[in-house]
């Protein structure tokens, strides 16, 4: 029978959400209802919002999750009523040609619930990132939950479903940090201050974190960081080349995906050296004037990295024991607790730049 609950719908392209009633349905196969207790503000919800993602209006908003499992449906195996879960947006199916391969985290296959959660009037929901967690309870593929030590904070725990993971990965699985090498992250907002939190975690020996807000490069100085440098009156370039004897760095992650923050990563990294973009671009944006002969020349790996290469079952797990024993630290991220009717006012203060996550307590 389903059951109501609250959810933050965005109804129309660039208008405010709302809280609204929402039916959630009993699983059915290969499904999961589950409680949420915390939820991330990610920019992507505000790109739903925004309509920058599609026009499948009404969204019922939030993904960056964490909650325990109530009830599952038909064949569900993997995760039992009573789980502690962290949700992801990318289920594996175990067999598309990325997992036949062994490289299960390029799964090109996309898995949600199939059935609908609906407004009281019958209005069909589109879930963000078919998981729609700005609610009291959220139905999802089985897939999409991945157990954790259900002794970890929501709040904290809840950001490896997307952001945090995005950054944590374009270091760890995308670049290959490893021990003593050098990294140059460029923007810290919450995926970059997470790409510089991987880096010390890999045993990066120099990590600089790049950014025009100080005190973004602050917080990336106590996820990390061994320098900042301010690009808003410093060339990024000659600096991460200068903070890494003229060489530039082993590994340069652009978390900001705009074609000048790139070419800085291109040109900033040493021979050879590896760039990973993480930042996601629109559309319209291109690299103009690259010699071909740089790209040849400078050798190394042109990278980007969708959701931190990251394989939940894997990852997840992993992370979440780094920050029970205090050695990755997810509190730092999460800069304020709100209540679901905070979250139009948490889109706002992205744009200013104050907090690296607002994170909705259920």
């Known amino acids: 029978m389903p059951q109501q609950v609250r959810g933050v719908v965005a109804k129309a392209k660039g208008e405010p959400v709302s809280i609204e ?30 309509g920058g993602i599609n026009d499948e209006f009404p969204f019922l908003l ?17 995760v039992a009523p009573g789980d502690f879960v962290v949700l992801n947006w990318r289920a594996v199916c175990g067999d598309c040609r990325a997992c036949n391969r062994g490289e299960p985290w390029y799964c090109f296959s996309t898995f949600n619930a199939t059935q609908k959660m609906t407004l009281e009037d019958g209005t069909e929901l589109s879930p963000a990132l078919g998981i729609g967690a700005f ?29 945090v993971m995005a950054g944590l990965g374009a270091a760890i ?37 790049v950014d025009l807000d100080d005190q973004k490069l602050e917080w990336a100085r106590n996820l ?21 004897g003229g060489f ?28 990973v973009l993480v930042g996601v671009p629109t559309p319209d944006m291109k690299v103009p004037d690259l010699p071909l002969i740089d790209v040849f020349g400078r050798g190394g790996a042109l990278k980007s990295s969708w959701y931190g290469d990251c394989l939940p079952s894997r990852d997840f797990p992993m992370l979440v024991d780094l920050y029970q024993q205090g050695r990755l630290d997810l509190d730092a991220f999460v800069s304020e ?26």
């Open 173 to 209: 699985n995308t670049g290959n940090v490893g021990r003593g090498k050098s990294v140059a992250v460029i923007g810290c907002g919450g995926v970059g201050a997470a790409a510089v939190a991987g880096s010390r975690i890999a045993g990066a020996g120099t990590i600089i974190a």
């Open 62 to 78: 939030g993904h960056e999750a964490a909650g325990v499992v109530e009830s599952v449906g038909e064949g569900v195996t993997d």
């Open 248 to 275: 530039g760095a082993d590994v340069v992650i652009d978390a900001v995906g705009r074609p000048e923050t790139w070419k800085q990563a291109f040109y900033a990294r040493d021979l050879a050296g590896t760039v």
């Open 224 to 244: 990390g960081a061994t320098h900042t440098v301010n690009s808003g009156t410093t060339d990024a370039v000659e600096a991460i080349q200068e903070l890494t």
């Open 135 to 163: 609610a009291d309870k959220t139905l999802v593929h089985a897939g999409q939950c991945t157990k954790v030590d259900p002794s970890a904070r929501p709040a904290a725990v809840g950001l490896l479903g997307c952001g």
């Open 21 to 50: 009633t929402v039916l959630v349905p009993d699983p059915g196969p290969g499904e999961a209802v589950v409680q949420v207790q915390a939820c991330g503000v990610c920019h992507t919800d505000l790109h739903y919002r925004e």
């Open 337 to 362: 607790e709100i209540a679901l009717e905070d979250v139009e006012a948490a889109f706002d203060k992205m744009h200013s730049g104050g907090v690296l996550r607002s994170v909705v307590i259920m």
